[in-house]
């Protein structure tokens, strides 16, 4: 069982920046790869980013490549989630989940979300 509480949202202003945290439980946490999600308001959710179980490769969608970095620390049983350059788009709550195992697969658990909202 793998527990996770994301943190770290907010109001910030278009160009601004915020950094996603998500903790989790259990002793699994480096065996998985992580993923950051989003869903704005009458939207699909989707994927943001994802990161393998070592930290190595990743994932980004097209629309925040360059602009946001995933990172974690396996040592903290944390991942991160780089927000740069933010834009009224980007508004929507964001989840951290936690893959099957380390280079993915389907996603099982899943945190509360948090609220991020970029005004113009």
């Known amino acids: 069982q793998v527990q996770l509480v994301e943190s770290g949202g907010g109001l910030v202003q278009a160009g601004g920046s915020l950094r996603l945290s998500c903790a989790a439980s259990?002793?699994?946490?480096?065996?998985?790869?992580m993923g950051w999600f989003r869903q704005a308001p009458g939207k699909e959710r989707e994927s943001v980013a994802a990161?393998?179980?070592?930290?190595?490769?990743?994932y980004y969608r097209a629309s925040v490549k360059g602009r946001f970095t995933i990172s974690r620390d396996n040592a903290k049983n944390m991942v991160y989630l780089q927000m740069n350059s933010l834009q009224p788009e980007d508004t929507a709550v964001y989840y951290c989940?936690?893959?099957?195992?380390?280079?993915?697969?389907?996603?099982?658990?899943w945190g509360q979300g948090t609220q991020v909202t970029v005004s113009s």
């Open positions: 989940a936690a893959a099957s195992d380390t280079w993915g697969g389907p996603y099982q658990y």
């Open positions: 259990g002793r699994t946490f480096s065996r998985r790869a």
């Open positions: 990161i393998t179980g070592s930290g190595g490769p990743t």
